[in-house]
């Protein structure tokens, strides 16, 4: 009795941990999956790491934003949501519209979190989990060299403002 009570807890503890993996899994992908692109311009700030490999850093526009009286009236805090409406701005290359820290009614938005409350006028930090891109060696050193005066960010943006990075391509024409 005693081994059958070992082998189904066993086997109760392997199903618990595939399926907590493959939750994780599923919502990393959700937005590359039912996503609409959208793209956004960048500039790589750091090509490797001995630690992480060999990636790209990628900085936005929208990842150091100012917000409006009303959202800093309410403090926002460290790590707190707050949700990022954007508009199509020159050759349909996404841009800062309004912020909030309530989910918008309407709109195209994206979710981020609050890195860094604002000292002395300041912007807000804010990272939305698009902010490295993993590759070989040699691409990330070519994607370097191609992108050092800026790049245009491939964004997959589910319905809920979560966001996954696609791709990053040297212009609007790619």
């Known amino acids: ?3 059958l009570w070992i082998t189904r807890g066993l086997l109760a503890t392997l199903l618990l941990q595939l399926g ?7 919502n990393s992908v959700y937005p590359l999956w039912t996503g609409q692109e959208i793209r956004l311009e960048t500039v790589p700030v750091d090509p490797r790491s001995l630690f992480r490999g060999n990636y790209v850093r990628l900085n936005y526009e929208i990842s ?3 917000m409006p009286e009303a959202v800093t009236a309410e403090g926002p805090r460290w790590n707190e949501v707050v949700y990022v409406k954007l508009t199509p701005g020159k050759t349909n ?3 800062f519209d309004d912020a909030s820290l309530t989910k918008p009614e309407s709109g195209l938005y994206i979710r981020g979190r609050l890195q860094s409350p604002t000292v002395n ?3 807000y930090r804010i990272r939305y989990g698009i902010e490295a ?3 070989p060696k040699e691409k990330a ?3 370097e060299d191609r992108l050092r005066d800026g790049g245009i960010a491939v964004i997959m943006l589910a319905d809920n ?6 791709g990053v391509v040297g212009d609007i024409n790619e």
Request: without cysteine; glycine residues 6%.
């Open 1 to 3: 009795m005693n081994r």
């Open 20 to 26: 907590v993996l493959s939750v994780e899994y599923l």
């Open 64 to 66: 150091e934003i100012n």
């Open 93 to 95: 290359v996404y841009v």
């Open 121 to 123: 006028g300041q912007p």
């Open 133 to 135: 891109l993993f590759t």
């Open 141 to 143: 050193l070519a994607l």
């Open 161 to 166: 403002g979560k966001a996954a990075l696609k």
